[in-house]
């Protein structure tokens, strides 16, 4: 938006008129008071000048005008003064030592939770309290003014509902954003607790598949596709920001590129072209007879500050077609990843406003299930809460969860933490049911209950669950993180030392995103074995010697059983891996770091690529993943 026009006589600078600088007016009526700002007066924000100028002041460029006849601009300056104080205040309590006095950490937290919190609640400030949001994340971070404009417009309604609604409970706000401040017994919060039923005091019995049936099934995991319809060959894949391999829309940048895009992809902060996940598809079916397929979801790219439900809906419908085109009698199953989400990680149950109802996702990947969602239940559950639970074959379910009520960015679930959308309690009853009728389960999810974004009331829960039906639940399969790992979950989620009862699969992602290259998985289920899993091989291609001639080569990168020496890949084999991981650095080194030569090329399990990103720090979050079912680094973690 350009500043408001203002006659000759409004410049205070000697010697200079309107053409030599550019003017940031900070002309907003009203700004302290509750009317709305009307379409007709000037926004708080003009343009991506007043960033520059906060960024450096002294630019000759850059000169703040202020209108001298406005009696109001000092208070106006004020609030937004308050504001950038306050946060100020808020990243120093979040960096302080974790040696400071908690209580003095937490009341602070709570002063300046309740400053704004009243600051909200008046209306004309929400422009200002965007404007510092916008300022911090171009001041503090890499990204350019449009990353951070097109992120705090994205999450704008989401945050001031439900910031506005826990405006007078300062406490669940500092809750949420420092660990130390939270009640671990608040029901609305972490302490939450899922009804489990009792265990039946007699095994039901197992319904044996025929022997006329094939043995094993084989089944594809495709997880974080990420695909980007707007890779642009040749770009910048070393830019400064988040996601690169586009093309810039200042032209004078695509003429100094330093890291050209290549064709079919970039190790780098890029995701994966869409002809590159047609290779992959291609070669799949041209080499694999499969049962059937799980996609983990995440399907949508990375720039999160584009992200509108045309555009979902769009993706989601092409992405549907490529997959039938390749495999039109293979049974596919969709999952729901944070990525699906407008914005990205936004998903409100149903006790929340219903204009922010991801309504939109849970359509469309329900019609792209529908073929082998046969039950109107199964159909009627997938477009409510995101979560379907269906028969694949006599004896074993597919229950795919809705992790988006998990994730720590989905604001609306700070309102009320407990069961969002009553999936857990659904998740248990279809897990009894299957129990009931002697079938097992493999469950599909996006996000690890582990993992470092998500939500430790859910966390706790969900293991809770999985240790109740141990002996229904045959194998979980997550995606999110992008690496390859495992986890492994015990009887007793507080002793690593209890009997292992479940393991959930981690699979590597399809897409590039971050530093990687793309991969694949293929599971052998053993029908003799109660569904278990017998054995799993990962796939990958080296992005680094492709080039418009050269097509990526799609080969094993390794086999669990072959890789790790095991007989079974039951919970007590893999607890046995993370044993010798822990306590031996040659095999960590391996598993985190392992030389194969059969792709041609130095190659590493966890990041399969020659020269993997991970620091001491990232390596001790993969060590800790390894047993991190839910939140307790000082238990799961190797001393």
């Known amino acids: 938006m350009k500043p408001t026009k203002r006659p000759p006589d409004f410049y205070a600078f000697h010697n200079y008129n309107e053409k030599d600088f550019k003017t940031i007016s900070l002309d907003i009526e009203n700004l302290a008071t509750d009317k709305i700002l009307e379409e007709k007066e000037t926004r708080l924000i003009p343009d991506e000048a007043s960033f520059r100028f906060l960024a450096n002041p002294c630019a000759d460029n850059v000169r703040v005008v202020t209108p001298k006849s406005k009696a109001n601009w000092k208070k106006r300056f004020a609030i937004v003064g308050i504001i950038i104080v306050i946060f100020c205040f808020f990243l120093l309590l979040l960096n302080m030592n974790q040696g400071f006095q908690t209580a003095v950490k937490c009341g602070g937290c709570v002063a300046a939770a309740y400053s704004t919190g009243q600051l909200a609640k008046i209306n004309a400030t929400e422009d200002a309290i965007l404007w510092v949001a916008k300022w911090a994340c171009s001041t503090f971070s890499t990204e350019p003014y449009a990353v951070c404009d097109g992120i705090a417009e994205q999450f704008r309604g989401e945050f001031f509902y439900v910031f506005r609604r826990l405006a007078d409970d300062p406490g669940r706000i500092c809750a949420s954003a420092i660990p130390e401040c939270a009640d671990a017994n608040d029901p609305l919060g972490a302490g939450w607790m899922i009804d489990l039923p009792p265990p039946p005091k007699f095994p039901f019995p197992k319904l044996l598949p025929k022997t006329s049936t094939p ?67 291609r070669h799949i079916n041209e080499t694999e007879e499969l049962d059937y397929i799980m996609v983990s979801g995440d399907l949508i790219n990375h720039f999160d500050w584009e992200y509108s439900w045309e555009g979902h809906v769009g993706i989601l419908r092409n992405l549907s077609s490529l997959f039938k085109s ?37 359509e469309e990947l329900t019609a792209m299930n529908e073929p082998w969602l046969k039950e109107k239940e199964e159909r009627e559950s997938s477009r409510l ?101 495992f986890t492994v979950f015990y009887e007793d989620m507080h002793n690593v030392e209890s009997e292992p009862v479940s393991v959930g699969y981690i699979s590597p992602s399809a897409t590039t995103f971050d530093y990687l290259n793309p991969a694949y998985r293929i599971y052998t289920v053993d029908r003799n074995d109660d569904f278990g899993i017998l054995d799993f091989e990962t796939f990958s291609t080296d992005l680094s010697v492709t080039s418009r001639e050269r097509e990526p080569e799609w080969k094993k990168l390794y086999s669990a059983r072959d890789e790790f020496n095991l007989t079974n890949l039951s919970p007590a084999s893999w607890n046995s891996v993370i044993k010798d991981i822990h306590s031996n650095e040659e095999v960590a080194k391996r598993f985190i770091e392992k030389i194969n030569y059969d792709m041609c090329n130095i190659r590493r399990l966890s990041f399969r690529t020659a020269n993997p990103r991970c620091d001491a720090d990232c390596r001790r979050s993969i060590m800790c993943f390894l047993r991190s079912g839910h939140h307790n680094d000082t238990l799961y973690c190797p001393s």
């Open 326 to 362: 390749h495999f039109p009698s293979t049974p596919i199953f969709w999952g729901v990843g944070n990525h699906e989400g407008v914005p990205v990680n936004s998903f409100p149950p149903h006790t929340i406003d219903q204009d922010f109802s991801p309504s939109q996702s849970y």
């Open 385 to 485: 809460r995101g979560s379907w639970s269906t028969t694949v074959t006599k004896g074993l379910r597919l229950i795919s969860l809705n992790t988006g009520f998990c994730i720590d960015t989905n604001f609306f679930l700070y309102l009320n933490q407990s069961d969002p959308d009553g999936t857990m309690s659904w998740f248990v009853q279809e897990l009894y049911q299957a129990e009931l009728a002697g079938d097992f389960v493999h469950v599909l999810a996006h996000i690890p209950p582990g993992y470092s974004d998500c939500l430790e009331g859910w966390s706790r829960n969900y293991y809770r669950v999985v240790q109740r039906f141990s002996s229904v639940i045959r194998a979980q399969f997550f995606g999110h993180v992008h690496w390859d790992y």
């Open 215 to 281: 043995s094993t099934l084989r089944v594809l995991q495709l997880t974080d596709i990420h695909v980007d319809f707007e890779y642009a060959e040749g770009s910048e894949a070393a830019c400064q920001a988040s996601v690169c391999c586009h093309r810039d829309k200042n032209a004078s940048a695509n003429l100094n590129i330093t890291t050209p895009a290549g064709h079919w992809g970039s190790i780098s902060k890029c995701d994966i072209p869409y002809r590159t996940l047609e290779s992959m598809l």
